[in-house]
């Protein structure tokens, strides 16, 4: 992938800044973690965009409000978009812990996401 630069993950700036805009819009949400190959560094071209959403307070109706927003952006790679306290898959959970980044920081998660596993 030609842009490895650990804090746009190998997404387009414009991409990134659109997704920010998005999530800057709910209040309720404490952090967004990307994971993954992007996380990782290893997406290849056409790689998905894997987010998780720590958002304790979130309804469902604000995710879905969220997901359509997120979907709505033009933006060509599928977005697997989850909400951190609905993820029941332990060993999902343990992968994003693993890999998660901040959005837009190449530093390890903090203790306050991992707080909410």
């Not at 650990?6 to 805009?21: S, V, Y």
């Not at 973690?33 to 894997?50: H, W």
């Amino acid at each position: 992938m030609a842009d490895r630069d650990p804090l746009t993950f190998g997404i387009a700036q414009r991409h990134l800044d659109a997704l920010r805009q998005v999530f800057a819009r709910h209040a309720t949400i404490d952090q967004v973690l990307i994971f993954g190959s992007r996380a990782r560094g290893t997406a290849r071209p056409g790689s998905d965009i894997d987010l998780a959403v720590v958002a304790p307070q979130m309804t469902d109706a604000e995710f879905s409000t969220l997901w359509n927003e997120i979907d709505a952006l033009p933006i060509l790679f599928k977005i697997d978009l989850l909400h951190w306290d609905r993820i029941t898959n332990p060993a999902l959970k343990d992968n994003a812990l693993r890999d998660g980044r901040p959005l837009g920081s190449p530093a390890p998660l903090q203790t306050k996401t991992t707080e909410h596993s």
